[in-house]
């Protein structure tokens, strides 16, 4: 199993980030993802969640409205949507599926 997170990076308060998380090494048509994220002297947090074939999304309550959570079984890859980002956004953001190893993570940072 590999999960490899791409898009991070510096935004403005407001601003848009789309992160991608590219899977290989087992069926991902079959499996439910995540999206979590790490913050400085914080627990991981679980930010959002899409079932195999994409119909049921759910998000933490501090990104609804903001984020959305979706994939393609095609690229097998997953995405997490981000915008009106607010500082407390700032994290390493890492795709998950249930029972697989954590990826490296892509760092988000928002500011000013």
């Known amino acids: 199993v590999q999960l490899v997170e791409s898009g991070g990076g510096l935004v403005q308060p407001g601003g848009s980030l789309r992160l991608s998380c590219l899977a290989s090494g087992f069926t991902f048509g079959h499996a439910d993802m995540s999206w979590y994220r790490q913050a400085p002297g914080k627990e991981r947090e679980l930010v959002a969640l899409?079932?195999?074939?994409?119909?049921?999304?759910n998000y933490a309550d501090s990104v609804k409205g903001r984020f959305t959570i979706s994939r393609d079984n095609t690229k097998n890859t997953v995405y997490l949507q981000m915008n009106s980002l607010k500082p407390e956004d700032t994290a390493v953001y890492l795709c998950?599926?249930?029972?697989?190893?954590w990826g490296q993570g892509t760092q988000v940072t928002v500011s000013s």
């Open positions: 899409i079932v195999s074939d994409g119909r049921i999304t």
């Open positions: 998950k599926k249930p029972s697989g190893p």
